[in-house]
């Protein structure tokens, strides 16, 4: 090989080592070129192997063309494998690129318990009125629940019939409480008069669930004792209640009922808040009876300590679940007990 051919191999496979290195479109592409223009077995090094058979003047110029020859085709390789990894590294951060534009993943929002909502609002109703909450014991003794509310030991209401008792050795006659009532004779014996209660709560009675009863479900008491309390009074504040639950148009009537801790006993009826008081499907004959009331009977104050010739007053009792069920419409009382969401989330109770 004269030093004419040596100089154009040089000169040829650095053209051609450029154009390959540019052309390599992965690390592996470019490493296959490398072998080719600068491995052992490549026109390069099988001419620069014959270098040593030159003249020295033909080796010096030749080898110099091979020298740049080598720095150019080295230089590209280096450029095109930078360029690969960038490319790589730009892949790579395209690929977990998070954007924070989308739209997060809302969590479901609950809702309040339609029971909840009632009660709420019958409970800051009388704290607007400065009444003070009051809770109870779910299991009660008979003292609190019957004897002390002139509930007498042959009332029907004390039968295994009617109530549920708990069986805890050595303390006989523990039973699920029947009514929030239990909660005025607890309050009572631990305070002096005046009283300004309600007492919210869950009640429980020996009942087969249907649309209208549940063997667990929930009330409100209502108990006030102080000097001069009169029906008026009581009245007054069933008006207040009433209309804050059903609307500012609402009447209240009152019919004679029997309960045996008051004296005289009411049964509360509101006007239709639908019909008001017209009669329709939801009241029939324009009221809807709603609660029970009286004038405490002196003989429950008398069992608490207080002096049933100073004093005087009136308590209530409404179940919750009848509210909600007036309010919205509910046709069955079981339903608010099933979980379902698609029902519960109806009532706009923001949790
Ligand atoms: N506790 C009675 C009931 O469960 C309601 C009531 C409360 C009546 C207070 C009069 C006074 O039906």
């Not at 540019?22 to 620069?48: D, H, K, M, N």
């Amino acid at each position: 090989m004269d030093v004419e051919t040596m100089i154009a191999t040089f000169e040829a496979e650095r053209e051609r080592a450029l154009v390959l290195a540019r052309g390599a479109a992965t690390p592996e592409e470019l490493e296959a070129a490398r072998v080719a223009v600068l491995g052992r077995r490549s026109p390069f090094a099988e001419a620069q192997r014959r270098l040593g058979a030159l003249q020295p003047e033909d080796r010096r110029r030749a080898g110099k063309v091979a020298n740049e020859a080598r720095e150019a085709i080295v230089a590209a390789l280096a450029t095109r494998a930078s360029e690969l990894e960038a490319a790589a590294e730009e892949q790579l951060v395209a690929a977990d690129r998070i954007d924070l534009t989308l739209p997060g993943r809302r969590p479901p929002i609950g809702s309040l318990h339609p029971l909840t909502i009632i009660e709420d609002e019958v409970v800051e109703a009388f704290v607007a009125m400065g009444f003070r909450v009051v809770e109870g014991p779910e299991v009660e003794d008979d003292w609190h629940n019957f004897e002390a509310l002139n509930i007498p030991a042959d009332h029907p209401a004390r039968t295994m019939k009617d109530s549920l008792y708990v069986d805890v050795p050595g303390q006989p006659g523990l039973l699920l409480r029947t009514e929030t009532s239990a909660a005025q004779i607890r309050t009572m014996e631990s305070q002096g008069p005046p009283v300004y209660i309600v007492s919210p709560g869950r009640v429980f009675r020996r009942e087969t669930p249907d649309a209208t009863h549940l063997p667990v479900f929930h009330q409100v008491e209502c108990l006030v004792v102080d000097e001069g309390i009169t029906f008026a009074d009581l009245k007054g504040t069933l008006e207040a209640l009433v209309r804050s639950l059903f609307g500012p148009s609402r009447r209240v009537r009152l019919g004679p009922a029997y309960f045996p801790f008051v004296e005289p006993g009411a049964e509360v009826g509101v006007s239709c808040f639908r019909c008001d008081g017209a009669g329709c499907r939801v009241c029939g004959n324009g009221w809807i009876e709603l609660l029970g009331a009286g004038m405490v009977h002196p003989q429950v104050l008398e069992n608490c300590g207080y002096d049933s010739e100073r004093l005087t007053g009136f308590a209530f009792g409404m179940g919750i679940e009848r509210v909600a069920m007036l309010r919205w419409g509910i046709p069955d009382m079981r339903l608010l007990i099933e979980g379902d969401v698609r029902f519960l989330e109806q009532f706009g109770g923001a949790a």
